[in-house]
């Protein structure tokens, strides 16, 4: 499955990794702790959930499946409020 940023949100990072989103259509902002940005920046990239997981494990000290649970819960919410859409 392919998890697509919606062309409808502009993310904006800071110093220090955190960021936020925000939903042109909605005009919502989301602010997102390091590890959301670098999920992000991940799905910008074409990159799988099982890709980012393993960068964030050799970036960090946190094991794999810990670090698949965040980025997997982290996608959750963008699906919920619909940031994302999955494709097959």
Same mark, same amino acid.
């Given at each position: 499955?392919? %998890?697509?940023? =919606? *062309? ?13 989103? #925000?939903? $042109? ?17 991940? %799905?910008?990239? =074409? *990159? ?13 000290? #946190?094991? $794999? ?17 619909? %940031? ?5």
């Amino acid at each position: 499955m392919n %998890l697509t940023p =919606g *062309k409808h949100v502009v993310a904006t990072d800071f110093d220090g990794g955190e960021g936020i989103l #925000v939903d $042109l259509n909605t005009k919502k902002y989301y602010q997102l702790n390091e590890t959301a940005m670098i999920v992000w920046k991940g %799905l910008e990239q =074409g *990159k799988s959930t099982t890709e980012i997981a393993a960068e964030i494990t050799s970036n960090y000290e #946190v094991a $794999l499946d810990q670090a698949t649970l965040s980025v997997e819960r982290i996608v959750d919410n963008f699906q919920t409020y619909k %940031l994302i859409s999955a494709s097959q």
